[in-house]
């Protein structure tokens, strides 16, 4: 029996016809992936700040830098401030840019690991951005917990966007 016929029936054809679809950017599919951003920021939570917290690892002083361009604005940096702009990127930002560079991110195949690649690109921004200031144990840990939170972010975002409206393919 080859491995064509083990699978379920329909399921490689329909992945096919599935992938070799063009699908627009909608509504529907910006609403997804927002959908998506969101559920990944909460799910990465835990992994960020959870654990972290915990272990006593956790500051928010980086939060506070974060919203440190409020002052443009005349508004004083805060934790709060800094988590609603993390939130808001998570949410809206990320999941839009997104949409537009998904379908030109490694692997291939499954579709919904490419959030995985895509959230790695931007931990290498985020990594600077929250380093943190103590010692060699604290930077490991803030390294290895900030990556396993991004890879939970963007695979939450690319498997909820893939499982719902499809991830965005377009031609250049």
Partial sequence: MSSETSEAPGTAVDEELIESVQVPITGRV????????MLGTVAMLPVLVGFPGLLGLFRTEPVTRFAGFAEFFGLEPTVTLGIALFGFGGTVA????????????????????????????FWFGFLPGFWPTAGLLTT???????????????????YVLTKTAGLPQHEV
């Avoid at 890879?151 to 975002?157: D, E």
């Fill in 30 to 37: 910006v609403l997804a992936a927002m959908g998506g951003g």
């Fill in 94 to 121: 990320l999941p839009l840019t997104f949409l537009v560079v998904g379908a030109f991110l490694p692997p291939e195949k499954p579709r919904y690991l490419r959030g995985a690649t895509f959230a790695t690109a």
């Fill in 140 to 158: 490991a840990a803030y390294v290895l917990f900030s990556l396993a939170s991004h890879w939970v972010y963007g695979l939450t975002l690319g």
